[in-house]
């Protein structure tokens, strides 16, 4: 099985270990993973902010890139959510790109959705002894109505222990550029998220976007909380064979 | 209101810091949403409900002329007075008359959005006219002197405590904070006005076209009183709210108050066709039913015709992260919330609420539970680009997002950016964190701190670890 990596801004960017993590557990479960060094973003800052002119150029730039994938799998529920729903509908006046991008959004999968539908993964074979709560992030419990996967893959973790997050289904505050735009906003949500956080007693929050986790870990950090964020790839490298 | 002293940041501002609303709203937003959510997992298959409402209204909006049409017919043969108004202006100018054709002095109101809408009560008052509110809520709020902050909870933003004192400034003495109290005391005060009011006005939940009924969904009664004790009766209905038979006003009351409350049904329903027939015991003697347009015409055919299937039950306030911590009066219009982020600017334009379709983490919680499947943080994206398109965003954001398109699809251009982003912000990072930053990151580092980006970016890994070997492309 050949599956096309597509990183994400944020963690080619930001976060190179997650993307690392992901190809060790893809590579781990069987998979021949590429990256097509072409890929950018995925457009969704220029989307959600009106411009989509320039969202429609770069959602065909990265239907080219990844034209030739059998599979293309993302460390992040957001990105997916934007390849699978918004390319189509921002190419279809356009039939032939809007053919393009919808065989992409066929084919285009979220890390723990891909394991578990596509691969079949029933033995995570990965440990972390840690307490640990769960965020679920909007853009794939909602838009891609993704929740149950990454929940039960980490269930599966050797010594981790998973706490229910109260209010798991209110958004972190992140919004893309909401979290500047909005900032006063946008903090007022984060803080109510870390008093859930907190009230779970876990010291990792676990979750499958980097923009929400980049966001509540910002504000972990600011406001001196010792509680650490991972990304559900992170955890499940973690003790693998090597 | 339309004219705010305040615009939007400085209304949000005040909104984050006042102790009352931060409790008092999430208090009842818990309720409201809850129930819903229990009203909805009872029903088992709401998915099915939505679609079937989302249809009901879809067909009634593309035919909205002809369903208007009978809906005249009916309320005239029922021996009523249909009168539509292209303008709030207009929609006032008929309540006027009437009041004037009826030597009217005192209006007893129940809870109507659309009354809001038209600013009616200000009208009313300045033309020397009492006016009361009946429903608790609107009540407590006419007493502060505030507008409605929530659909169907407008005073969702008061404490007991808040309400207490209200109610001992009208009493001339100090009235417990017991719900008890307070309702008994509002019921005392609210009977006279009732017995007394010239006009009761009210708006409108659902019109049914094939019988010429107004329909009124309450829990206190009061609708029922405002709409049989005066001798007239004045219902002003949004020119959408409307459903074709008896057997499609099932569907969508059931959806109404179990999204809205998660009541199966209200306390009250009332159902109007036309004023007192000779054998009726009880009833207005003039019925009048003043139908608004007020840009909704406008909004037919356009991407947001979806918005008018709304129904106001105000799930989508009761689920939103952003309504939860500014209450409704920093939206500024009279809806709040998700729908009055997507309505305000459509029937008021961009200019005075430009930043309403971004105060949303487009996290899609509205569209999530909307019973008639409005796809509310998709209309806020449209918006958005109906904003940018139209000349209201920055020149400097213009610029960056032109960079973001340029960058985005040159991908010579896009690496090398990716592998300068450590080196170029050494400047601003302390061991790796940033805490502080210029310009648009000032936004961001002002509530948490930024990553530096990392020395070695994912793509550089690869190349260096991977590129080359068996899985290289």
Known sequence: ?242 | MSVQPLEFFGRVDKALIDEQLRKAVPFTQDRLRDGRFQAANELGNVEEWRNLAAQIRMHTIENLDSYLEQLTDNVVQNGGHVHFASTAEDAVAHVLRITKENNARSIIKSKSMVSEEIHLNKHLESEGLRVIESDLGEYIIQLAGETPSHLIAPAIHKTRAQVAELFSDVAGRPLSDETTELCQFAREELRREFLEADIGISGCNFAVAESGSVVLISNEGNARLTTTLPKVHIAIMGMERLVPTWEELDIVVSMLTRSATGQKISVYMTAMSGPRRPQDIDGPEEFHLIVLDNGRSDILGTAYQEVLKCIRCGACLNVCPVYRHIGGHAYGGVYSGPIGAVLTPLLEGYEEWKELPFASSLCGACTEVCPVKIPLHDLLIEHRKDEVERGHASWQEKLAFKGFGYLTTHSSLYDKAVRAGHMATGWLATDDVIEKGPGPLAGWTSVRDLPRPAKQSFREWWKKEKEGGTHGN
């Open chain 1, 1 to 242: 099985m050949r599956v096309s990596l597509f990183i994400t801004c944020l963690s080619d960017v930001f976060f190179p270990g997650v993307g690392q993590s992901v190809v060790e557990v893809l590579e781990r479960h069987g998979a021949e993973v590429d990256f097509p060094q072409d890929q950018t973003c995925c457009g969704q800052p220029a989307y959600n902010s009106g411009y989509h002119k320039e969202a429609r150029e770069t959602a065909k730039h990265m239907v080219n890139v990844f034209a030739g994938s059998e599979y293309v799998v993302s460390p992040s529920g957001s990105c997916v959510a934007m390849l699978r729903h918004y390319y189509p509908e921002l190419l279809r006046d356009e039939p032939d790109w809007a053919e393009k991008a919808r065989d992409l959004a066929g084919k285009t999968y979220e890390f723990s959705e891909f394991l578990i539908r596509i691969m079949k993964v029933e033995q995570v074979d990965a440990s972390l002894c840690a307490n640990a709560t769960y965020h679920h992030s909007c853009h794939m419990s909602r838009g891609l109505g993704i929740k149950e996967e990454p929940t039960s893959l980490l269930s599966q973790v050797k010594g981790l222990n998973m706490e229910e997050l109260p209010y798991c289904q209110d958004c972190c505050g992140f919004g893309g550029t909401f979290a500047t735009k909005m900032s006063t906003i946008s903090e007022a949500m984060v803080d109510e998220k870390v008093k859930h956080i907190e009230a779970t007693g876990a010291n990792v929050l676990i979750g499958s976007d980097m923009g929400c986790l980049m966001n509540i870990g910002g504000r972990l950090r600011r406001t001196g909380k010792d509680i650490q964020v991972m990304h559900v790839a992170e955890v499940l490298a973690r003790g693998g064979e090597k």
